[in-house]
Antibody, heavy 120, light 108 residues
C-alpha cells in the first residue's frame, strides 16, 4: 500500500527558506519514478492551493506562476523522495504543505501534511 | 486561471438528509478533469470522486458526482455522522490546477 510520509513541522524566520520532504513507502523506486508528485498548500482557515509538481522519471518540475522564482521541487528516485523548497518566506507562507500523488486526473494519495510557520 | 466557486459556503443538515453541493467553473472544463475531496479537521484531503462521477476506491455509493461544462454537483444521498466535513472541488484541465474554496457540511 503506497503511503506518502512528510517531514515534520518547521518554524522559520521571514526571508529564510524551508525544505519539506515527501517519502513514498510501499513502492519500488521504479514505480515512484513514474508518479506525478504534486505540492498543495493550505493557509489557516483557507482553501487548497496548488504549488507545483514533478514527474521523477522526467525530472521536469512545473510551478504555478505565483511561486515562480521562489519554489524548487525536486525528486530523488533512489530514495523515492520528493522535496519542495520555498525561499523568501513571509508570514503569508504560513500554511500546511501537502504532497499528493496524481492518479489519472485527481490526487488519490496525500501525505499527512507539514505545518510551516513563518514568524519573527 | 480557472476559478471554481462552490455553493453554499455552509450546509446545515441532519443525519439521514440529502446533501447537494455545487461547484461552478469560470470557464468550461472537461468532465474528465473534475474531482471532489472530503477534508476533516486536522486531516489531509481524501479523494471522493474523479472524472466528475467516478467514485474513488473505497468510497461508499451514497456519494455521487455529476455535471459537465461549468456546472458540477456532489450529492450525498443520506448523510452519515462521519460525512460532516468540508468538501472541495478541483479542476485538472487548465494549469494552474485550482480548487474551490470549499463547502462545509455541518450538523443542524
Amino acid at each position: 500500500q503506497v503511503q506518502l510520509v512528510q517531514s515534520g513541522a518547521e518554524v522559520k524566520k521571514p526571508g529564510s527558506s524551508v525544505n519539506v520532504s515527501c517519502k513514498a513507502s510501499g513502492v519500488s523506486g521504479g514505480s515512484f519514478s513514474r508518479f506525478t508528485i504534486n505540492w498543495v498548500r493550505q493557509a489557516p482557515g483557507q482553501g487548497l492551493e496548488w504549488v507545483g509538481r514533478i514527474i521523477p522519471i522526467l525530472d521536469i518540475p512545473n510551478y504555478t506562476q505565483k511561486f515562480q522564482g521562489r519554489v524548487t521541487i525536486t525528486a530523488d528516485k533512489s530514495t523515492s523522495t520528493a522535496y519542495m523548497e520555498l525561499s523568501g518566506l513571509t508570514s503569508d507562507d504560513t500554511a500546511i504543505y501537502y504532497c499528493a500523488r496524481l492518479y489519472r486526473t485527481a490526487f488519490d494519495i496525500w501525505g499527512q501534511g507539514t505545518m510551516v510557520t513563518v514568524s519573527s | 486561471e480557472v476559478v471554481l466557486t462552490q455553493s453554499p459556503g455552509t450546509l446545515s443538515l441532519s443525519p439521514g438528509e440529502r446533501a447537494t453541493l455545487s461547484c461552478r467553473a469560470s470557464q468550461s472544463i472537461k468532465s474528465t478533469y473534475l474531482a471532489w475531496y472530503q477534508q476533516k479537521p486536522g486531516q489531509a484531503p481524501r479523494l471522493l470522486i474523479y472524472a466528475a462521477s467516478i467514485r474513488a476506491t473505497g468510497i461508499p455509493d451514497r456519494f455521487s458526482g455529476s455535471g459537465s461544462g461549468t456546472e458540477f454537483t456532489l450529492t450525498i444521498s443520506r448523510l452519515e455522522p462521519e460525512d460532516f466535513a468540508v468538501y472541495s472541488c478541483q479542476q485538472y484541465d487548465y494549469s494552474p490546477w485550482t480548487f474551490g474554496q470549499g463547502t462545509k457540511v455541518e450538523f443542524k
